[in-house]
């Protein structure tokens, strides 16, 4: 079944715990807080599936008509459903960005910035010096009545799958819709400048149908190899 509560959560950076290397399954965790309440985001910088490596894309020049929205969110987190649908992302439906242009990023690796943590910390951190307001999609974590195991808070909210969520492979099936696509998108307030993050498996195909189920497998239906803002056929 799709992400069941998909939205978005709005808020400030107060802390980031990049990945040591001893997760089970490595994430990037970062610390919001927004409305006085403290949430956890957890970001896979690696894949369960082969091969590991995650597909990247950063840009400051996306199509998003949701960053004329979001502003006005209240801070905390946001469940999307057909009220506020306006504000769903979906990176095959979207146009959001050009999926050919992402890149396949190892989670950690000795040389600097080039694999996906510091990729991802670099602009996590950025957010934290600037007092940026950070917007983070994916679903809601299920259990939230124990405390936070990375940050100590209590209750332990947050949210995850911030990532591409349709065209899995059939062991997530189950996750697979349309319009509810995870990614972060800071707005650097004081430059009025918008940043976009968006991460996929290697593992997912990007011709889906409308339940977000693969239709043709990823060997033939790659990023490498579908348009901006092309419907699956």
């Not at 910390?121 to 124990?146: D, M, P, R, V, W």
Request: glycine share 8%; aromatic share 10%; net charge negative.
């Amino acid at each position: 079944m799709p992400l069941r509560p998909y939205g978005v959560l709005k808020g400030k950076v107060v802390e980031t715990r990049p990945n040591n290397g001893h997760d089970r399954t490595p994430h990037y965790e970062v610390h919001i807080k927004g409305d006085n309440k403290d949430y956890r985001i957890a970001i896979n910088i690696m894949s369960k599936m082969e091969p590991s490596e995650i597909l990247y894309s950063v840009s400051e020049d996306f199509n998003s008509d949701q960053i004329t929205i979001l502003p006005k969110l209240k801070e905390g987190f946001t469940e999307i459903n057909q009220h506020n649908h306006e504000i769903a992302l979906d990176y095959i439906r979207g146009g959001l960005f050009d999926p050919s242009k992402m890149i396949a990023l190892p989670a950690d690796i000795s040389g600097p910035n080039n694999d996906l943590n510091e990729k991802v910390n670099q602009y996590i951190n950025e957010a934290l010096e600037k007092n940026a307001t950070l917007y983070a999609y994916g679903e809601k974590f299920k259990h939230e009545n124990e405390r936070d195991k990375y940050f100590g808070f209590s209750p332990g909210r947050g949210i995850h799958d911030i990532h591409m969520n349709q065209g899995n492979h059939p062991s997530f099936k189950r996750d697979d819709g349309i319009w509810q696509d995870g990614g972060v998108l800071i707005h650097f307030e004081s430059e009025n400048r918008w940043v976009g993050m968006f991460l996929a498996f290697q593992s997912q195909s990007w011709c889906t149908d409308d339940k977000g189920h693969a239709i043709r497998p990823v060997s033939e239906c790659s990023h490498e190899n579908v348009k901006v803002g092309e419907l699956s056929k």
